[in-house]
């Protein structure tokens, strides 16, 4: 039997037993823009019912990722709804219920076999040729009458539904993988509720997804193994069977599934490394689901329009993180700059503090070089507590500044923790942390003119009748660069080591504006005490 019903209840049922990793995550997406787009209702569900595991405070990081990524749920846990309660040890009386009904339909049955004696059945049906390894149903043959004894003196037992001896296949149609097939027969009498009382997982499952009247159940394909044996609990109990979509498995770029070892997994690492919540969930919704097979930025609002289970793909998705930064990059320039700044505060006092604790004076440091281990390093500034806590007061009392920075760095950034090395020169008051590269190659070569070149800008920019603006101060720059009869490359390219350390920043005069005029001048005047001595 199918279900009939044209309105959409989906559920993302997550087990808390550790924080909303990417695929989950990927899982969640697609029910909830499958609700939204059909005008469905979107469930959140927690299922708890492995005690050891679980934690409420695992739960509270996977209501709280959900939340970050956007993902509202109609009904689940703090927001109520009339299917709940929406955890599921809060719910075990449903099951107690559900198991009653079994037994009085002859669909369910005690099993008193100790672990010892099913893993000794196993491994000898394994020894012998062809021997099937799953329950062999001894139980199922005991006299009710003596089952109900054993189970009154207190004997230890399960409970088992009693598959069909005669069931055909067992068939659905898969909205991802099309039309399925299981042989009933090795479908074991599976366990459906523990000696504890505790349910097992296909038996809550199937309870809740029938309770809470769940039309689709969209999962990931790990779970395809069990759709078999939950469609004979819905069988057995009578209720209408959803539609399955499974969705297919996330991989890593080498090819292996997505785990630690290609590095972030969990939602919250990618908040942490400075990504948008509106970019992961573009990102993650094309991992197997295709707009039309070419549109790469499709913000939420586009994907709870025309997400459709019809465009999932069963083919493995590739977990890219280049194309996430790039798509982050996308999203980051969208962004008004308010939001940005907002977003943004975490790094902005990083580089803040950063900037504010580098060594006093002039200095020159070692040029990083990622492709050779044994090059030396720049020693890494000591930020303390103390300076972060301060700079993250600066940048709480002046969002004006880091609204007009914004502009300026917005083509440069594809991860919000970016920021923190674009800016961070800004910072440094009079001290300057020249790379040791540019510096040679810049100032200290052999028929250089820097000594020149920045005590005339200094002269230039000490002068109080020139306004302290952007283009004023690059215009005449510029003409002492013509005066100088300098190529402009070389001119600037001093201009910029000296004031940011090295020949790659954002666009200089616009920063330095928002700079300190006297601090400039200083810290010119500290490079070019370096340069003499
Ligand atoms: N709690 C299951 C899990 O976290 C979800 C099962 C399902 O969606 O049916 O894998």
Known sequence: MTNTTNQVRVRFAPSPTGRLHIGGARTAIDNWAFARATGGTFILRIEDTDPERSTEENKQVILRAMRWLGLDWDEGPEVGGPFGPYTQMERTETYAAALEQLKASGNAYPCFCTKEEIDAKRAKAQDEEGGYSGYDGTCRNIDPEQAAARIAAGEPHVWRLAVPKDHGPIEFDDAVYGHMSFPAEVMDDLILVRSDGTPTYNFAVVC???????????????????????????????????????????????????????????????????????????????????????????????????????????????????????????????????????????????????????????????????????????????????????????????????????????????????????????????????????????????????????????????????AWECDAVQDACKELCAQMEMKPRVFFGNVRVALCGNTVSPPLFELLELMDRATVVARIDGVLELLRS
């Open 208 to 466: 809740d997804d029938a309770n809470m009247k769940i039309t689709h159940v969209v999962r990931g394909d790990d779970h395809l193994s069990n759709t078999p044996r939950q469609i004979l609990i819905y069988e057995a109990l009578g209720y209408p069977v959803p539609t399955f979509a499974h969705l297919s498995m996330i991989l890593g770029a080498d090819g292996k599934k997505l785990s630690k070892r290609h590095g972030a997994t969990s939602v919250e690492e990618y908040r942490d490394r400075g990504y948008l919540p509106e970019a992961v969930v573009n990102f993650l919704a094309l991992l197997g689901w295709s707009l039309d097979g070419e549109t790469t930025i499709i913000p939420p609002e586009v994907l709870c329009r025309e997400f459709s289970l019809d465009r999932i793909t069963k083919k493995d998705a590739i977990f890219d993180e280049a194309k996430l930064d790039w798509m982050n990059g996308v999203y980051i320039r969208e962004l008004e700059a308010q939001r940005w700044y907002e977003l943004s505060k975490t790094w902005l006092a990083k580089a803040v503090a950063l900037g504010r604790c580098v060594p006093a004076g002039a200095n020159v440091v070692p040029t990083p070089n990622p492709a050779d281990p044994n090059a030396p390093a720049p020693e890494p500034i000591q930020v303390t507590d103390e300076a972060l806590a301060e700079a993250a007061e600066f940048v709480e009392a002046n969002p004006e500044l880091f609204v007009k920075i914004f502009p300026q760095v917005r083509e440069r950034l594809n991860r919000l923790d970016d920021v923190v090395d674009k800016i961070a020169f800004m910072f440094w008051g009079k001290n300057c942390r020249l790379d040791q590269k540019s510096f040679q190659k810049q100032l200290q070569k052999e028929g250089s003119r820097a000594v020149e070149v920045l005590e005339a800008v200094r002269n230039l920019m000490s002068d109080e009748s020139l």
